[in-house]
């Protein structure tokens, strides 16, 4: 079992294992980087095949936040946690309670949300023994269902106004064709906010459920999954899976313009530079899905939805900045954005 070889491992400031043999609790917590507040991080439960894969997750997905929390213009450093374990059959109350007094013992430098596996019920189970927790709604606010789908959506939907603005020098996106890859959580409130706007959208979905609503709501041209990265297209959202950017996809691509919530959407990082050589804007993923780590910190912090909104609004700049410096260096968005992240945390790396 490896930590500092694992090819995930970026200096991180702390990787903690723990274990609590009554309710069969193993879990991993990776704090990244502190640097500019504490780290903060969904909580995943998954049923890793070995504990190198849990630790190569973790490690992984914990400088991640770092990254996006910088660029959001955050106060909080990055982190995650994940439980070895089956979310269908493992859970329990206890386990998670157990979950929250490892977190107390690491007194704040991780705070804890949720993430795939997980659930705000979860999440009040570890808030009942510490107070190291976010994205717990105090149902103070009727705007805020706990749910930070919407705010990520919004995020994604200012960064995509952006991209449109930094290429066709105006953010009206009236009759501009958008093919929304996804209609889950995010990519329905997304496609809300561009039919709000006048956008044409193109969908697809593997539920027909999801698409047909799409369709009566938003008079959406429903495509199949197999055709909705290749339709004619001012932009692609994709808002489903990650990995969707590679050779095969690129080689397709109609769209002048790739602006989603999906995380990792490049395949590998030349994908990025693929898509400069081909003219192809791409708005980096976890500069503009922002939105969601953004709300957990207000809601933790007790500020209104409106002040969440104005923070959200910070990722146009935040995106236009990364454009302007891409342009000007003849450089891959997803590079630039990673640079300018490492300037906001104040990366000290080791010279030889
Ligand atoms: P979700 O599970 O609610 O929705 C995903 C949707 O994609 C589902 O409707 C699913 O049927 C569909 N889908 C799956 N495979 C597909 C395919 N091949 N083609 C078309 N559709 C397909 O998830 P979500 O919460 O909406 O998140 C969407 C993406 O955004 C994920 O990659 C997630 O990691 C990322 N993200 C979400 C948030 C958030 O706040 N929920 C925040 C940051 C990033």
Redesign the pocket.
Known sequence: MNVFSDIAFDDHEQVVFASDPKTGLKTIIAVHNTNLGPSLGGCRMWPYASEQEAIHDVLRLSRGMTYKSALANLPLGGGKSVIIGDPRSQKSPELFQAMGRVIDQLGGRYIVAEDVGTSPADMEQIARKTQHVGGINDGKDPARTGD??PF?AFGVFIGLKEAVRFKHGTNDLADMRVAV???????YHLCQMLHDAGAKLIV????SN?VNKAVNAFGATAVS?DE?LSVDTDIVAP????GVINDHSIEKLKAGIIAG???NQLEHDRHGQMLLDAGILYAPDYVI?AG?VVEVFYCREGKSVAETNKHIEGIGPTVREIFDRAKQQNLSTGFVADRLAEERFGLNRKTA
């Open positions: 930070p789908s990520t890859q996804g209609l889950g959580n995010v990519g697809a979905d593997l539920n999801s999954v909705i808002c489903a899976l990650g919530a999906a995380n899905n969601g």
